[in-house]
């Protein structure tokens, strides 16, 4: 199995350009599906869960191509002849689901398997099941598979009780091709459904209100094929901006979009770093004096990202003072916080709120787990600064969402390699 060996390294100094954002590309290639024509996705990022997103697509008739050299996907979906996905494929990524709206709404039918079946139950995905059922499907749940059937979707209003992000989009995407107008209500508001919109519009659909918290969808009979380019990934923007402020480095940020980590800015700047907007991209620098506590609540967009939180914890376990991480949108996501404590950190977890007394000088290296995404990039940033040598194990769940994380790190003067045991 492969890890990151990490010493500890100087300022991060230099500039590094970020790819194109996952989470924006995921649910635009699903989308795919519905086309009567060719797609062509540009600067898609080369990450694990878009090579299985690109195989589950192949697995239901179109033909993809990716090609990395100019970081394009080519999608052609006029020959979709499925409505199953394959278990194997969807149990490496939840994001799967993506595409049971635009199956349902493109076959008619969609049969999508639960990664972990029965034992995860419906409830991680009752958002876009209901959703679903109120645009007139019938979608019943049965030993892990999720069936969901519809003669042809009907526009309706839909509110959902918590903004997701993965079923706004899975219910608008859906809803493009409905029979007349949809209403999202309390829906997400994330930069990467404005990105979906965007690119469905292009296909023919008539979306209005993406990225605020109601969308409006007027469905249309058929959508064609479409040329995009994905926004850039804005978790690795603020991985790279926090790595800049832990290191107490000097970092140019280039293809990023200030106004889509406007939290990180905001934070890092009350902690004392300095963040200036300039005409090349985001520069962050740690290189001041002091870099003083300062406490974050996640909360869906355009609050502060769940998914920088990890990082941002260990940013604190840097800075002086006590710091207190209060995490909404996820019931479990303090895995991160016993692997800190492992490298020195002394960080107290009560349900969701995290204290952490920080010092930069408590931190040590040893052997920490990648327990996920984003808990993984805490630990490499955290092991930027750690006396000694740190090892990082379980870094395929960082390969799923970096792309050319160690190559981009070492540029900025990091000493980190990737090794295979
Ligand atoms: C997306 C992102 C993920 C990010 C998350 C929140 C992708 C591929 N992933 O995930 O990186 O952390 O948004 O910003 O875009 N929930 C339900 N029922 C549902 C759906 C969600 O209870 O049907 C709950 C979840 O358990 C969680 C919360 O809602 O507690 C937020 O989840 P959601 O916004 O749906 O996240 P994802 O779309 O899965």
């Known amino acids: 199995m492969a890890k990151y060996i990490i010493e500890q390294s100087g300022p991060l100094v230099g500039e590094v350009e970020i790819s194109g954002s996952k989470n924006a590309v995921l649910p635009i290639l699903a989308a795919t599906v519905m086309a009567n024509g060719i797609c062509e996705i540009n600067d898609a990022p080369n990450l694990k869960d878009?090579?299985?997103?690109?195989?589950?697509?192949?697995?239901?008739?179109?033909?993809?191509?990716?090609?990395?050299?100019?970081?394009?996907?080519?999608?052609?979906?006029?020959?979709?002849?499925?409505?199953?996905?394959?278990?194997?494929?969807?149990?490496?990524?939840?994001?799967?689901?993506?595409v049971m709206g635009p199956l349902l709404a493109r076959m008619g039918k969609a049969t999508i398997a639960l990664p972990g079946g029965c034992a995860i139950g419906d409830r991680p995905i009752d958002l876009h099941t209901k959703g679903l059922k109120t645009l007139g499907a019938r979608v019943i749940i049965d030993e892990g598979l999720v069936n969901a059937s519809a003669d042809r979707l009907k526009g309706a209003l839909v509110y959902l009780d918590f903004p997701s992000v993965g079923a706004t989009e899975n219910i608008m995407m859906a809803a493009s091709v409905a029979e007349g107008v949809t209403t999202i209500e309390n829906a997400a508001e994330e930069p990467e459904i404005v990105d979906l919109a965007s690119f469905l519009n292009k296909m023919g659909a008539k979306i209005k209100g993406a990225g605020t918290d109601t969308i409006r969808i007027e469905g249309v009979h058929n959508l064609l094929g479409a040329r995009h380019s994905v926004i850039p990934d804005r978790i690795e923007t603020a991985t790279f901006m926090i790595g800049a402020a832990i290191t107490r480095g000097d970092v140019l940020i280039k293809n990023s979009v200030p106004d889509h980590v406007r939290p990180i800015i905001a934070k890092l700047m009350e902690a004392g770093a300095v963040v200036n907007d300039e005409v090349d991209g985001l520069r962050v620098r740690g290189d001041v004096n002091r870099l003083v506590a300062t406490d974050i609540k996640t909360l869906p967009y355009p609050g502060f990202p769940t998914d920088a939180q990890a990082m941002f914890m260990a940013f604190l376990a840097t800075v002086d003072g006590t710091s207190h991480v209060i995490e909404t949108v996820f019931e479990n996501r303090f895995m991160h916080a016993a692997e800190l404590c492992k490298m020195g950190a002394n960080i107290r977890v009560d349900n969701r709120i995290a204290t952490i007394p920080g010092n930069k000088e408590d931190l040590h290296g040893t052997s920490v787990i990648s327990t996920d995404l984003r808990a993984g990039a805490a630990l490499v940033l955290a092991g930027l600064v750690a006396s000694g040598k740190t090892e990082v194990t379980n870094i395929y769940h960082i390969e799923r969402g970096y792309e050319n994380l160690v190559d981009k790190f070492r540029t900025l003067g990091a000493k980190i390699e990737r090794v295979d045991d």
């Open 50 to 98: 878009v090579n299985v997103m690109c195989d589950i697509l192949r697995s239901i008739g179109a033909k993809v191509e990716e090609n990395w050299y100019s970081h394009t996907i080519t999608v052609d979906s006029r020959n979709i002849n499925s409505s199953e996905l394959p278990y194997n494929l969807v149990k490496k990524m939840r994001a799967s689901i993506f």
